[in-house]
């Protein structure tokens, strides 16, 4: 992020202490930067919520510092905001916060712009901008390795600035973040090219089961096709197991609205689909692809069973 140069007076840019001129200032400057704050929380935390608070918590920890002093207003926000997502982070493995009031610093007050978390709708247009399986991944990394890939892999920032943030020197930083894009990439034994070609028949499967379009299903479905589902993803009563594509075709159908929060993902090295609104994963697919056709596929929704998955974006 750019910084700018002071006022033409050669006053400090943020004004005194209790300066109403310098807390509009710093207000001002702090909402040119929240932007990129969020989209750095959100992939940090994966909830709109949550990512909300990081970025009112760091406004607040700046309400608190000698503005004066800072001389590279971006890099000292998103470094207390990697501190304050990594604090959450880490607090996850023993137990989730409620979110918090907090009293704003005497003199200060919050940005025009700063308020409670988006919609539902706003989280799940931002899941499906940053990736649903994506997300899932993220949540599967220690801590210091999710911010370390997070600050490195998705928004560039130097190994050596993000050292400190995890307390590790920027060689074992750069580590932390191979380990975790090794994860997000994940692995397979079947070549890339034949992966593609497996992609574009569960894009195309999941496209049909979106539409309602049977007689699409129908096409990227093998004759004898068979799936099954663990009872608690499907309505009650219903077949735990199909087979025939009709047959397949039309209980794939009853899944039309959660496709629309489905994604291509690799689930054991071989093509698959998460099912994740709002990046929140609720069921995993794994298919059996031979000659461009699903030969078979599995529902899975049985939480013990998805965290013994490896899961990795496509």
């Not at 310098?22 to 990512?51: I, K």
Request: proline content about 7%.
């Amino acid at each position: 992020m750019d910084e700018h140069d002071g006022p033409a007076d050669g006053r400090n840019e943020h004004g005194g202490p209790g300066d109403r001129a310098g807390d509009d200032a710093l207000a001002e400057r702090f909402e040119a930067h929240r932007g990129q704050l969020r989209a750095v929380a959100y992939r940090m935390l994966g909830s709109l919520a949550e990512a909300e608070d990081a970025v009112q918590e760091t406004w607040l920890r700046l309400g608190r510092a000698d503005a004066r002093e800072i001389a590279n207003l971006g890099g000292w926000l998103r470094t207390v905001l990697s501190r304050v997502c990594l604090d959450a982070l880490r607090a996850r493995t023993a137990r989730r916060e409620d979110p918090v009031g907090h009293r704003m610093p005497d003199g200060a007050e919050p940005p025009a712009t700063a308020g409670g978390p988006g919609t539902p709708e706003d989280e799940a247009v931002l899941a499906e901008s940053v990736g649903r399986a994506l997300l899932v991944v993220l949540d599967t990394l220690a801590p210091a390795e999710r911010v370390a890939f997070v600050l490195h892999d998705l928004f560039a920032v130097p190994f050596a600035e993000i050292a400190p943030l995890v307390d590790r020197s920027p060689v074992a930083t750069k580590k932390l973040a191979s380990r975790a894009r090794h994860r997000v990439r994940g692995t397979s034994a079947t070549p890339r090219a034949e992966l593609d070609r497996q992609r574009r028949v569960v894009e195309a499967f999941l496209a049909a089961s979106r539409r309602g379009d049977l007689d699409a299903l129908l096409a990227v479905l093998a004759p004898d096709v068979v799936r099954r589902a663990d009872p608690a993803a499907l309505p009650p009563g219903a077949a735990t197991v199909l087979r025939g594509a009709r047959a397949v075709a039309e209980g794939t159908l009853v899944f039309g609205r959660r496709a629309r929060d489905a994604e291509p993902a690799l689930v054991n090295g071989a093509p698959g689909v998460v099912v994740a609104p709002a990046g929140r994963l609720v069921l995993v697919l794994t298919l059996a692809i031979e000659h461009d056709r699903i030969t078979a596929y599995e529902v899975i929704a049985d939480p013990a069973r998805m965290r013994r998955l490896d899961l990795a974006v496509a």
